[in-house]
């Protein structure tokens, strides 16, 4: 690789990393699911740029976002809402980067972003048991963070059930969400993406 398809890669990253950015203020809640989840598609960025460049550049978007959003929107759950921004984003885009780039054709888009979003579903569960409600039972007693959960979901009663009924069906959701409009739109951008 030159160094100026380097370079162009940098700014291609740089730049879906501060879309990313941008679209993160654009977030909803989702009926069903406790108030904290709130549905952005910020990852999208990261998959194009993944789809484009490769797995590891779509991580790299997801760096740059994290960072950005840490710094200009420092809150009472950061650096852990950012945190778990990072992980279960990075495990999808990678994840489906890699897959695509075996063999870019669409069939193999669609597949990957299955996988993808089956990778998504498992690590934002896993990772949200052993390591960010932790960290957010540091801020809010964990107590608090599973009525929340309640009250969206009755099956909610403990942090298991809260990442089995609340976690787990949020991120499937995001990702097949993302998959989606990615598909929509990823021909129509991918000639400036490969420019």
Excluded: C
Excluded at 27 to 51: H, N, Q, R, T, W
Excluded at 68 to 80: A, E, I, Q, R, Y
Aim: hydrophobic share 55%; proline share 5%.
């Amino acid at each position: 690789m030159n160094k100026k398809s380097v370079t162009a890669n940098l700014t291609k990253i740089s730049l879906l990393g501060v879309i990313g950015f941008i679209i993160m203020y654009i977030e909803f809640p989702i009926p069903l699911f406790p108030v904290f989840l709130k549905l952005d598609l910020s990852d999208m960025p990261a998959l194009l740029g993944a789809f484009a460049i490769g797995p590891v550049a779509g991580v790299l978007v997801e760096v740059v976002k994290n960072v950005f959003h840490l710094v200009f929107k420092w809150g009472m759950d950061s650096p852990v809402g950012e945190l778990a921004n990072f992980i279960v984003g990075s495990s999808f885009v990678f994840t489906a980067g890699l897959i695509y780039s075996k063999n870019k054709t669409r069939a193999t888009a669609i597949k990957s972003m299955a996988a993808a979003t089956v990778v998504m579903g498992i690590v934002g569960g896993l990772a949200n048991y052993y390591i960010l409600i932790p960290f957010y039972s540091k801020l809010f007693p964990l107590d608090v963070i599973i009525d929340m959960g309640k009250q969206a979901n009755s099956a909610v009663v403990d942090l298991k059930s809260l990442v089995i009924y609340g976690i787990v069906p949020f991120n499937l959701l995001k990702g097949l969400v993302l998959s989606a409009i990615t598909f929509m739109v990823y021909k129509h951008l991918s000639g400036i993406l490969h420019r």
